[in-house]
């Protein structure tokens, strides 16, 4: 799988993004897909996953309610609707694949990483 991220930029707070991962692979539908996000002088946390079919998703307390995760494997990519943000939602934003585990909800389940998109919300 290669991941290839997008969708990130500056935003006001209570504004709304949409984050892309596009795998240029042809083996997308069997990983398992995922956010994390590192902010500045802090750990690369989990946000969102998805299982392979679509069938189940799984959010992160801080994002519930707020974020969606989604995943289009026809189109060989995974969203993350981020709507009511915050401004320490700020953060460079990774996604994840796991072909091992049913979702990658911690770094160390994660098999491949994308490259981040900066997402900056502002006050």
């Known amino acids: 799988v290669q991941l290839q991220a997008s969708g990130g930029g500056l935003v006001q707070a209570g504004g709304s993004l949409r984050l892309s991962c596009a795998d240029s692979?042809?083996?997308?539908?069997?990983?398992?897909m995922g956010w994390f996000r590192q902010a500045p002088g802090k750990e690369r946390e989990f946000v969102a996953a998805?299982?392979?079919?679509?069938?189940?998703?799984y959010y992160a307390d801080s994002v519930k309610g707020r974020f969606t995760i989604s995943r289009d494997n026809a189109m060989n990519t995974v969203y993350l609707q981020m709507n009511s943000l915050k401004v320490e939602d700020t953060a460079v934003y990774y996604c994840a694949a796991t072909i091992w585990n049913s979702a990658p909800l911690s770094a160390h389940q994660v098999d491949s990483w994308g490259q981040g998109t900066q997402v900056t919300v502002s006050s």
């Open positions: 998805i299982s392979r079919s679509a069938g189940r998703t």
């Open positions: 692979g042809r083996t997308f539908s069997t990983y398992a």
